[in-house]
């Protein structure tokens, strides 16, 4: 390959190119993140073991045992990998890219280039957030919230130092390249929609990721703001959260940097981009499955104005809520209040979109796809995860739930079991869009089963665990003597979580299939009326919303979304 | 397949079920309050898990009805409907004010806990927070702090029973986080401020002290006793420790 | 009939069900009784040992197997059968456990450790554990045998009780925690095995020295190793501080004659080192080093840089009980600058009466308490 091929090959400004090196890239960090998930899952049931692989190579003249310290490092660089690097990238930078034109008729993005920066900003932020695993102290340690002034104090922690350094840069990079991925899918949106697409006839994919960005514009710069007072705490010594009169390690820090800040200060800027980030990473997932639960359920999705409505509701109401992850951070329990009522409005739209959902369901005529399987799958652990919720948000309980493995069940449910089943049934639905290349339904329906019963094993015992009392980000929680009678439950569940990850070798067996099968044209293989299924060249005009399914007035059971691809035309095709 | 779904929701709903019903049973849920505000707590704890069990059922049993349903082979065509706007708004305003209902019940018990914030209540102990230990300080014979006879201790926070219990949390370091489960009472420990917190503990005994926020690398074993005593026998002690801080240390070396 | 046109041409794969079949039962015989443990810990050579003897590898070799002979393992700690542990009176192996309850004995103690403390103390009690770094102040290495805080004068070594004392306790103001959720038992055979890993280290740097002088290693001299080394610890407790009766109140006169002795150069001329404010920036206490900046003057046994404690901060890594604060003027620290001003005689007179101490703790004390100066 010449030169400027490879060139443009690594550098393309084709968002569907730049959309498949984000999906190869966070599956990737997803493999990493998992097998981080595992060491800590180690480290819960078995504490201060042998740990297989990294136990020889780490620490050597120890037993072989993880040091409490690296047990920190471990869950912060799962928590910041998971969100940052495979999730956010995954929905937003990977399903974005390579739908959002498609679905809205548009050639390209408003902004290819910023699109390509926006893939290559992520790249260095993946390598300075790894690089803290080499650096003197290790990476990392004070969890993915980076709470000062443990992390922004350098004598805080053994990873405090460089590594918390490198890790800020990276978030800021990761902000970078998603404010750059923002800003062109707004734009894109906004500007690039093909004839008849007005914004009501969006498949909610688009409508997903569009909220998504619009909450990253507006929010990231908040956290972007916050990382850098918080490198400049680090790096210039000043003290925007460092309260005055601290000995820190053995250091006194009013001697050597400036003080007088306010460790709250960080948690609300943190969570005021944070919390957001928590519907960016479920916001177009919510959107996938309602698109495959249409097209597999062969009905219109129910309600399509009030799901874009709670889509809307949810990225405003977003920014009311930061401060229920505070309740006992010290806040004033007015605020808390007022975050309390915020939080149970913000419980309203996700609720109004599980019915539309079931209400899709009803009487549909469902193809039990591996893509719908998992659209299905989504529901349902949504609905838990969504419902622990509500524990959360009301302060009394939350009192005793906060920081506790209640809280881990809850987001696990809603990241994993949500997020995550929705990139899966995207995947199991666009592969033949995206590659040409169909993936094996049958392993696909075997990757589900097994998934969704591991899901489940995993996290749902955890809530117990919290219950019970257990914290979060103990590396043994056996220290206390109230919590040794939950040991078998922490091997279950991570003789679970092992298997969960085994099986999805599955999915990667799948994946190579479909890798030895040669590429062709799918054209339209679930028959689905959006535009990104459309094969003629010529620009759509498009007519319909994007769910024109079992039309009583129509010969096919389907109704293209542009006027050009006639149903006729597709229904002469030989049909099973 | 059809039948494996529906066995696979089932099996969810059995396996949520039981894991709530047993887990009382085998110690894997709260353990029994002993604050006069817990059981306010674990009042409202239950409703809202009452509500969401039959919203968790129901919607869960529906979610695998709707597919039982729809993969039936004899439906041809699937309705055809864009939504139903009286269905929307009924939802809409039936979750809407359970939602609410909810959360207004929060509020006296909320308002309740918090009651020692900002109230310049006089604390009985001071709970100083570092890395990795809980020290207590208690005022002394004057029952000043910051005076000569101040006396600290590390671990164990005595409290007499059946009494209005003052604590103001402070740290020089880092975030700490306080919970005592039984107590349910947990409140983060911030450096630069002095925030108050309050129990009032019914019953007698030695309960633990978690710490809750990363505090760093010692932080799992940041670990502390409430140790809840009759006021008769907390006078003893307090009396025996300023004993013990105006002698030579026999007691201790 | 609409199905997906993907699904029609996909064949069974029975091998691929058939493995995954295989690996879920194997994962279930796996599971059941699968109980992980450590690997194996072994004793090494600290790296002073390293250094000195480093174009003699079989001499480090021989004192590493004379090591293992009297000390043994960390899975099998034992002290060897030796005249020179007759001498203590005890079996250092089996010392009676005060609290009543069953000992552990030195193996659990060494699993207690391996479990608690080896993560910053490292495995010899080199104070090198994987977790050590950036700790200041750095964990205590216990292989020379000197121990900072306790309630000993002349530099002694500590008593059992002393050992207890800072795991009951702490070090305030340092990453050292209590250990009080342990039993009192497998506190004290925690202690015990602090104190084996002490002797060891201090046999280990006596050997060394042996060699040094007579250029081999005879089982007499290394019996006067142990002998020399036990000897020190023989003697601790006959060194406790003791001040009979109570301690003088703090009034106002005492902490400002406190306060002038502890100006005073020629009385406790504590400033000069603690600061006149008792800010730990006395002027003894500092230099500029080669590039230019203020750096310690004075560095402790270990080698590390010494700075005068704040006294304003009240964290006092000995405890902040009077008689901590005065058992620390008194004896001074161990391995440190901080002179035992009791112990210190002037034109045949002590240079400070106990009433002056006490006066001295009471100021040094208000330093941190509200009716401080």
Not at chain 1, 105 to 121: Q, V
């Amino acid at each position: 390959m010449s030169e400027s091929a490879s060139k443009a090959r690594w550098f393309s400004t084709d968002h569907e190119h730049i959309g498949r090196q984000y999906l190869f890239t966070s599956l990737a960090m997803l493999v990493l993140g998992g097998m981080m998930a595992l060491a800590i899952r180690w480290q819960l049931a078995w504490p201060w073991t042998e740990m297989p692989l990294i136990g020889r190579v780490l620490f050597p003249k120890t037993g072989h045992v993880i040091s409490p310290d690296f047990y920190t490092v471990l869950f912060t660089m799962h928590g910041t990998i998971m969100i940052f690097f495979v999730i956010i990238p995954l929905l937003v930078g990977a399903f974005g890219n390579l739908l959002v034109p498609a679905m809205i008729g548009a050639r390209e993005m408003a902004f290819p280039r910023l699109n390509m920066w926006s893939y290559w900003t992520m790249i260095p932020a993946i390598a300075c957030l790894l690089a803290g695993f080499f650096v003197e102290g290790g990476g990392a340690a004070s969890g993915w919230t980076g709470y000062a002034p443990l992390a922004s104090v350098t004598s805080g922690a053994q990873g405090s130092g460089t590594g918390q350094t490198l890790w800020l840069v990276a978030l800021l990079m990761s902000g970078v390249s998603s404010l750059l991925g923002a800003i062109t899918y707004v734009t894109t949106i906004a500007t690039h929609r093909a004839r008849g697409m007005t914004l009501m006839r969006m498949p909610l994919t688009v409508w997903g990721v569009f909220t998504a960005s619009a909450l990253q514009v507006v929010a990231l710069p908040m956290l972007t703001a916050g990382g850098l007072l918080q490198l400049a705490d680090r790096l210039l010594l000043t003290g925007f959260f460092t309260p005055q009169n601290l000995v820190i390690n053995g250091v006194a820090l009013d001697a050597v940097a400036a003080t007088g800040g306010s460790p709250l200060l960080w948690q609300h800027l943190f969570w005021f981009y944070s919390h957001p980030a928590v519907y960016v990473m479920v916001l177009p997932a919510m959107g996938i499955v309602s698109d495959v639960l249409s097209v597999h359920g062969r009905k219109p999705v129910f309600g399509y104005k009030p799901m874009v409505w709670a889509l809307c509701a949810i990225c405003v109401l977003g920014f009311l809520v930061w401060g229920h992850h505070m309740f006992v951070s010290g806040m004033s329990p007015a605020a808390g209040t007022a975050f309390m009522l915020s939080t149970f409005v913000i419980a309203l739209p996700s609720s109004i979109k599980t019915f539309n959902w079931l209400a899709t369901l009803h009487r549909a005529r469902i193809q039990l796809t591996a893509s719908m399987l998992f659209a299905l799958g989504f529901v349902a652990l949504f609905i838990i995860g969504g419902l622990s919720g509500l524990w959360m948000a009301a302060t009394p309980v939350d009192v005793y739930i906060n920081n506790t493995y209640v809280v881990v069940a809850h987001f696990h449910f809603i990241v994993f079991g949500g997020s995550v089943f929705a990139v899966f049934a995207g995947l199991y639905h666009w592969y033949p869009r995206f590659f040409g290349r169909a993936l094996d339904e049958r392993l696909g329906k075997l990757h589900f089963v097994g998934t969704f019963v591991l899901t489940n094993c995993v996290f749902l015992m955890m809530h117990q665990l919290g219950l019970a009392g257990m914290l979060r980000r103990t590396a043994d929680p056996y220290v206390y003597g109230m919590f040794e009678h939950l040991r078998p439950v922490n091997v279950f569940i991570t003789w679970s979580a092992i298997a969960l990850a085994a099986w999805q070798l599955v999915f990667v067996v799948n994946l190579l299939k479909a890798r030895a099968t040669p590429r062709r044209e799918h054209g339209n293989p679930w028959r689905a009326c959006s535009l990104e299924w459309r094969t003629a060249a010529s620009a759509p005009i498009v007519e319909h919303g994007p769910y024109e399914y079992s039309r009583p007035d129509a010969n096919s059971d389907w109704l293209p979304q542009a006027r050009d691809d006639t149903p006729e035309r597709v229904s002469s095709r030989p049909q099973s | 397949m059809r039948t494996l779904i529906a066995l696979l929701f089932g099996a969810l709903i059995a396996a949520v079920l039981w894991s709530f019903v047993v887990a009382p049973g085998r110690g894997w849920w709260m353990p029994a309050s002993v604050s006069t505000y817990g059981g306010d707590i674990d009042k409202l704890f239950n409703t809202i898990t009452v509500v969401l069990a039959v919203a968790f059922v129901g919607t869960i049993g529906g979610l695998a009805w709707l597919v039982w349903r729809g993969t039936r082979t004899t439906t041809v065509r699937a309705l055809h409907t864009h939504g139903n706007a009286r269905l929307e708004g009924a939802w809409t305003f039936v979750t809407g004010g359970l939602l609410l209902t909810l959360a207004l019940m929060q509020l006296s018990v909320w308002r309740a806990i918090q009651a020692e914030r900002g109230s310049g209540g006089k604390p009985l102990v001071r709970v100083l927070a570092a890395q990795f230990d809980w020290r207590f300080r208690y005022p002394g014979v004057d029952g000043m702090f910051d005076t000569a006879d101040d006396f600290e201790t590390p671990y164990r926070l005595v409290v007499p029973v059946d009494e209005r219990v003052v604590i103001e949390l402070r740290s020089r370091d880092v975030i700490h986080g306080f919970f005592v489960p039984a107590l349910r009472l947990k409140q983060d420990v911030l450096p630069g401020s002095a925030l108050t917190a309050w129990f009032e503990a019914h019953t007698p005994g030695e309960y633990d002290l978690i710490c809750t926020q990363l505090c760093g690398s010692g932080h799992y074993r940041m670990a502390g006793k409430v140790q809840v005593v009759s006021r008769a026998d907390f006078d003893a002690w307090n009396e025996r420790m300023q004993r013990e801080w105006r002698t030579n240390g026999q007691e201790r070396p | 009939m609409f199905r997906p046109t993907i699904r029609e041409r996909r064949a069974r794969t029975p091998a691929l069900q058939r493995a995954t079949a295989a690996a879920a039962a194997l994962c279930l015989c796996v599971a059941c009784g699968f109980e992980p443990g450590p690997a194996p810990l072994e004793f090494s050579l600290s790296g002073a040992t390293q250094s000195a003897l480093e174009d003699a590898p079989a001499v480090r070799d021989q004192i590493a197997r004379e090591l293992t002979t009297l000390f043994g393992t960390p899975s099998q700690p034992a002290y060897a059968p030796h005249p020179a542990w007759d001498a203590a009176g005890v079996d250092l192996n089996q010392p009676d456990a005060s609290a009543g309850a069953p000992y552990p004995g030195l193996a659990a103690a060494a699993e207690t450790y391996r479990r608690e403390c080896l993560h910053c103390h490292g495995v010899e009690g080199g104070g090198d554990g994987p977790s050590a770094f950036g700790l200041t102040p750095a964990p205590r290495d216990v292989r020379l045998g000197i121990f900072k805080y306790t309630a000993l004068k002349d530099q002694s070594r500590p008593r059992r009780a002393d050992i207890l004392h800072t795991l009951e306790q702490g070090i305030a103001g340092t990453s050292m925690p209590n250990f009080q959720r342990l039993a009192p038992a497998v506190r004290e055979s925690l202690a015990d095995y602090v104190r084996y890993l002490a002797i060891r280290g201090e046999v280990e740097s006596a050997l060394v020295l042996t060699w040094r002088e007579e250029e081999e290693l005879s089982p007499e001299a290394v019996g006067e190793a142990l002998t020399f080394v036990w000897s020190r610890w023989a003697k601790a407790p006959s060194k406790l501080v003791v001040y009979e009766g109570e301690v003088p109140a703090a009034s106002k006169e005492r902490i400002a004659r406190g306060d002038a002795l502890f100006h005073d150069p020629l009385k406790g001329n504590c400033a000069s080192c603690h600061g006149t404010s008792g800010a730990g920036d006395g002027p003894a206490a500092w230099k500029i080093g080669v590039d230019g900046q203020r750096e310690p003057a004075y560095s402790d046994a270990w080698g590390r840089p010494i700075r005068p404690r704040d006294l304003r901060e009240g964290l006092f890594h000995g405890g902040s009980r009077p008689i901590d604060i005065y058992r620390r003027i008194y004896a001074g620290i161990p391995g440190g600058p901080m002179p035992a001003l009791g112990e210190t005689m002037k034109d045949g007179e002590p240079l400070l009466s106990s009433e002056e101490m006490w006066c001295l703790v009471h100021y040094v004390r208000s330093l941190s308490l509200r009716e401080g100066p």
